[in-house]
């Protein structure tokens, strides 16, 4: 499962105006706002595409047009997501600070594909956490009984890691990134057909930017 909402894509002229820096061509730019819209000219147009074509050395415009976003998305595609360092920033939703915070229900996990022993299996893990949640949240109450369950101490941090350690990858994480489009080109043409669903998803998306083929150099 994964969610894409609050995109935002802004720098389009900033990125022209620098496009243009090396040849002192500004006079030949053409693009224009049409009713709060950027809408890029036929002069700046083949230009960029021509600097596209050429390669990432030649299309640094490209990392000058930035997109944010919020994603929810599991933790095991936020684990492969991370392997893009350059040209990201993200802040996320903090599993550490927060993981008690609301009741762990069946639609926090992504659990599409699993099948039915699957599911009873996160049912348990799910009542699990969530009796560790009451616990923690509920400290003072529940230590005395836990020092008569135990033969040693049972402290609050203790209970907190039961949550942290069993916590399944199929979590679902809300993050804000900041990307351009040169890394989110990178990441159309290594992962368009991975075989996690979140990652076909995401290239969906990136489809549907603004200008989008200089994303994924498909051009007509």
């Excluded at 006079?27 to 074509?53: A, K, P, V």
């Excluded at 595609?77 to 927060?98: L, P, R």
Aim: aromatic share 14%; with cysteine; net charge negative.
């Amino acid at each position: 499962m994964i969610k894409i909402e609050n995109i935002d894509v802004y720098g389009f002229e900033t990125a022209i105006r620098g496009a243009r820096n090396p040849m002192n061509s500004w006079d030949r730019m053409d693009s224009c706002y049409n009713n709060g819209e950027f809408e890029i000219g036929e002069n700046d147009y083949d230009l960029l595409r021509r600097l596209t074509i050429a390669g990432p050395e030649h299309r640094k415009w490209n990392r000058m047009v930035t997109v944010t976003m919020d994603i929810t998305a599991p933790l095991y595609w936020w684990k492969e997501f991370d392997t893009y360092k350059v040209g990201t920033v993200a802040n996320s939703c903090s599993t550490m600070h927060k993981i008690q915070a609301k009741k762990f229900e069946l639609n926090d996990f992504s659990h599409e594909h699993l099948l039915e022993g699957g599911l009873l299996h996160l049912h348990d893990t799910i009542e699990l956490l969530n009796e560790a949640r009451k616990i923690f949240n509920n400290f003072d109450y529940f230590e005395p009984k836990l020092e008569e369950a135990y033969s040693f101490e049972v402290t609050k941090k203790d209970v907190w890691w039961q949550m942290v350690q069993l916590l399944p990858t199929s979590y679902n994480q809300k993050r804000t990134v900041h990307l351009n489009y040169e890394v989110l080109g990178t990441i159309y043409h290594q992962r368009r057909h991975h075989k996690l669903d979140e990652w076909v998803e995401f290239c969906d998306t990136i489809k549907t930017l603004p200008y989008s083929e200089f994303i994924t150099r498909e051009f007509e």
